[in-house]
């Protein structure tokens, strides 16, 4: 489970409550016009833009933004330095079976097993990273629609109430009431759009980042085994993915080491 995720999204609408809580009563803060011209109208001008699978599966994989973990990246280096130091030995016929913590690693490896060459690996490995990048893209393309499309809703509901408030003005104590439910529309938009929509929105193209990083790990360390490289000269390689701090840190402990 992604905490920051879910404690920013949480925190943020229990922060918004207790405003209205503290404030004049929360019925005031419910229309169920505005919801449906916002929540409603919202979501499908957003299908409009896309497919009913696109649409769809953004909502299936907006679950990444909750709950979402990748192997750390020094972990996957001493992994991948073990499958190399197993190929040297055994040949990659020793890694037949063999289980490791990454789906997408599991099929290099049993294209090591198979005897594909390094640039076959590298280019259906390739192809399946950039179809997991367009997955994760176009569930962020849809969130990243919502929160453009939602205030924009907004306006338009605050426009028709003004329209209805304003062809009724022969009550002036009406006005005010009125106002506040027009007003209403703009508030569920940037509430939708700015809560919920666009965090969303980023924490998939983040996710999105990270794993196509894995990845380029992974095809990197597999290349490198079908090409017969040292695994010292592989693991030095892939400390080039490490940040900064934990890269210098493995050099001094191999300075002192040596």
Do not use: C, W
């Not at 918004?16 to 803060?29: H, K, M, T, Y």
């Not at 130091?85 to 290099?108: C, M, N, T, W, Y």
Request: hydrophobic share 50%; glycine share 6%.
């Amino acid at each position: 489970m992604d905490f920051a995720t879910l404690i920013g999204l949480v925190g943020a609408i229990m922060l918004i409550a207790s405003a209205v809580i503290l404030g004049v009563s929360p019925e005031v803060f419910l229309n169920p016009a505005s919801l449906l011209i916002v929540v409603g109208g919202s979501l499908l001008v957003v299908l409009a833009k896309f497919s009913f699978f696109q649409f769809l599966d953004a909502f299936k994989v907006a679950a990444r933004a909750f709950k979402f973990k990748l192997p750390e990246t020094q972990a996957s280096i001493d992994e991948l330095v073990e499958v190399a130091q197993i190929a040297r030995k055994q040949g990659v016929l020793g890694l037949e079976g063999r289980d490791v913590s990454s789906p997408f690693l599991a099929q290099g490896i049993q294209m090591l097993v198979d005897g594909q060459d390094a640039n076959t690996i590298k280019q259906l490995l390739n192809k399946e990273r950039l179809m997991t990048l367009d997955h994760n893209r176009s569930g962020a393309k849809v969130f990243n629609a919502l929160a453009d499309v939602a205030p924009a809703m907004g306006m338009i509901g605050t426009l028709i109430g003004l329209v209805q408030m304003l062809s009724n003005m022969e009550d002036p104590k009406s006005i005010g009431p009125a106002m506040a439910v027009a007003l209403l529309t703009t508030l569920y938009g940037a509430m939708i759009a700015t809560m919920i929509a666009t965090p969303i929105a980023d924490k998939l193209s983040l996710r999105m980042t990270e794993e196509a990083r894995m990845q380029s790990l992974y095809i990197d360390a597999l290349v490198a085994i079908q090409e017969g490289t040292n695994p010292r000269i592989i693991e030095q390689m892939l400390s080039s993915y490490l940040p900064p701090k934990e890269r210098a840190k493995n050099g001094e402990a191999e300075t002192a080491s040596d």
